[in-house]
């Protein structure tokens, strides 16, 4: 069988991954002042939807000073929890005995 791993699941330290699935970080370009937007949860809940294993955002600046995209989520402000809270409720996908098989991870960018 071809690719006879890819649809095991994977032991990340605490996180089970149902499969070996990675979507990457890369910048979507949907932040709105500095906050992530109802774009961003449905963007991330179509790749959970599509199969993905594990989801990893993009990146957030991490100090008030790094600011290097006019579109980046400001991970240093408490304005972008509820922003959180919706990907992660949008993209985790749970199966039938209620646990989790698709996972976001937040991406944070150390300055």
């Given at each position: 069988m071809a690719y006879q791993y890819l649809w095991t699941p994977l032991q990340l330290g605490p996180v089970s991954a149902r499969n070996r699935i990675v979507f990457s970080a890369h910048l979507t370009n949907y932040a709105r002042d500095g906050k992530p937007t109802?774009?961003?949860?449905?963007?991330y809940a179509a790749r959970a939807a599509g199969g993905a294993g594990l989801i990893i955002t993009?990146?957030?600046?991490?100090?008030?000073?790094?600011?290097?995209y006019e579109k980046l989520i400001h991970g240093f402000h408490r304005d972008v929890i509820p922003g959180y809270k919706r990907i992660d409720r949008k993209?985790?996908?749970l199966n039938s005995s209620h646990q989790i098989?698709?996972?976001?991870?937040?991406?944070?960018?150390k300055k």
């Open positions: 109802e774009q961003h949860a449905a963007y993009e990146e957030h600046s991490t100090h008030p000073t790094d600011w290097p993209s985790t996908r098989i698709s996972y976001a991870v937040f991406c944070l960018k």
